[in-house]
């Protein structure tokens, strides 16, 4: 699906952040799905530099030259975006509180959300 770029897993699945967006696999990669844009919401950048899943809330997040893109896997209701607007290199969130997402912006800095991407400090 692209030069991939950056992998996640959960539910179940592979995500795969690429040149081309984000695929997902449900068959261990043998197919992949596009998840690049819906009816309700495209991604901000076909860019993908980095990917982070939270399991516990079913959450996607993509790292993009545009920001951060969101995704709840549960209603597969498009991408939405988070207001940090810098080109994204990372992304991680905190294994012990999943609501705490960090990034890592290309120029060398880091940002860190304690609410998935709602405020930055």
Excluded: H
């Amino acid at each position: 699906p692209g030069q991939v770029r950056a992998l996640a897993l959960g539910q179940g699945a592979i995500f795969a952040g690429t040149s081309r967006g984000v695929f997902r696999s449900e068959d261990g990669g043998a197919s992949w799905i596009g998840m690049n844009g819906t009816a309700n919401g495209a991604i901000a950048s076909t860019d993908v530099r980095a990917l982070a899943y939270d399991d516990a809330n079913g959450i996607v997040f993509a790292g993009t030259p545009a920001g951060v893109s969101f995704m709840k896997m549960d209603s597969f209701g498009g991408w939405g975006q988070r207001s940090l607007q810098a080109s994204i290199a990372a992304l991680a969130l905190d294994p012990e509180n999943p609501a705490v997402l960090w990034v890592g912006a290309a120029d060398g800095s880091i940002f860190r959300s304690p609410d998935r991407g709602v405020s930055w400090r």
